[in-house]
């Protein structure tokens, strides 16, 4: 059970149904594909573990966090969506 505190750093909560969820609060951290990909592997601790999570990344968004464009990057509708993606597989991401 989350406290109020907890629920306003986690990015889907406050993305949810915005359409520019980083001018509504979204942790700067992860704010781009780059620092997503970077909390996620450091999360995961595993290239193997980090390949399987990106493949469900990829069938769920069609947005791969090994290569990405520049534009998908910072895109803030497809951030929105590959953090989507992961907090329904159980990952969240805090600022800091």
Not at 19 to 33: D, F, K, M
Not at 64 to 80: G, I, K, Q, S
Request: aromatic fraction near 6%; charged fraction near 25%; avoid cysteine.
């Amino acid at each position: 059970m989350e406290t109020g505190d907890e629920a306003s750093l986690h990015p889907l909560k406050e993305a949810r149904g915005h359409p520019y969820p980083h001018s509504r609060g979204v942790r700067e951290s992860v704010s781009n594909l780059e620092r997503i990909k970077n909390e996620l592997l450091a999360q995961l601790r595993s290239d193997s573990k980090f390949s399987f999570v990106n493949t469900r990344v990829i069938l769920r968004t069609g947005v791969n966090l090994r290569e990405y464009t520049l534009e998908e990057a910072h895109d803030p509708v497809v951030v929105a969506r590959v953090l989507k993606a992961l907090g329904e597989q159980g990952f969240t991401f805090h600022g800091g």
